[in-house]
């Protein structure tokens, strides 16, 4: 089950991803590709509960948390293991397919 962040829970989630990986899912309620999405993604975060754990941000109301970890657009996807996002698995945009997310999840477990 995905957890909902906010700017005053993002660094624990972040802090916590040292003992189990997460993944960060931005998404705004007018973005359709995060939308079209989110169904997926969150069959994806069940298959894979006991290994990784998901973390939602809705940036309505959040754009502090986006702004620090300097997402720039919508959808994003960010990566966590050991307690540091792993950069080079950044997903971005409205192209961000639900196979690179579960390839990429599958690389950090």
């Known amino acids: 089950m995905a957890v909902e962040l906010t ?3 993002f660094e624990e989630a972040i ?4 003992k189990k990986p997460m993944f960060m ?22 298959k894979v509960a006991d290994k990784v754990d998901l973390c939602k941000v809705n940036i309505s109301g959040n754009r502090r948390v986006a702004m620090a970890l300097k997402v720039m657009s919508l959808p994003s996807f ?4 050991d307690g540091k996002e792993v950069e080079d698995l950044r997903l971005t945009g409205d192209t961000v397919t639900i196979e690179q997310i579960e390839a990429n999840v599958n690389k950090i477990m």
């Open 15 to 18: 802090a916590n991803s040292a």
């Open 25 to 46: 899912d931005f998404w705004g309620p007018k973005c359709t590709h995060c939308l079209a999405l989110m169904p997926s993604v969150e069959k994806l975060a069940e």
């Open 7 to 9: 700017k005053d829970t």
């Open 78 to 81: 960010l990566f966590f293991k």
